[in-house]
């Protein structure tokens, strides 16, 4: 059974560093094919993609947010580490983490699993 | 950068009722389509992927078709427990979200 928990702070200050991790189970960082993925929902407003890194270690980033992501992972840890620089209260939302889906020999960056999120308030 | 639209941004149907909701891409993006429902407090859940394909254990009231820049999804008779906000998701090495469509009983 894949599960996958968020943990970090609940409150941030404003141009601070946010650190996130997501604890994994159920599957392997290192499987050929594997993905986690980083999202956020700000309160009332769509999702928003942010990172996936792959089981290669490859890594994608949403093209506006680039600059100040930063995707790893820990294969003995079973996590995956999201870091986000210089905090806006814009930046206030739940963040998710996600499982890639794999299937039928072949894998997409569509996630089937989700952690349940946890909610991040950037405030001055 | 690929943009979904998605329409409409909120719906009132009845039990029993076809509903549909569509999502227009801003270039060709085959079929690397996703649909996800989400209820309030929760984090999506996949419906469909590919487009058309049917996630395991999701019901077959749920449908996806559409290919290119134009796809619909539907629910063919609504259920209560339809009540949710679903969205569509662009995936390649780029991920996009349309803006969701609220959908609940009239």
Known sequence: QITLKESGPMVVKTTQTLTLTCTVSGFSLSSSGMGVGWLRQPPGKALEWLAVIYWNDNKRYSPSLRSRLTITKDTSKNQVVITLNNLDPVDTATYYCAHRRCGGGSC???FDMWGQGTMVTVSS | DIQMTQSPSSLSASVGDRVTIT???SQDIKNYLSWYQQKPGKPPKLLI????????GVPSRFTGSGSGT???FTISSLQPEDIATYYCQ???NVITFGQGTRLDIK
């Not at chain 2, 992927?49 to 395991?56: K, Q, R």
């Open chain 1, 108 to 110: 997409y960056n569509t």
């Open chain 2, 23 to 25: 999502c227009q891409a």
């Open chain 2, 49 to 56: 992927y590919d487009a058309f394909n049917l996630e395991a």
């Open chain 2, 70 to 72: 134009h796809f619909t």
């Open chain 2, 90 to 92: 662009h995936y390649d």
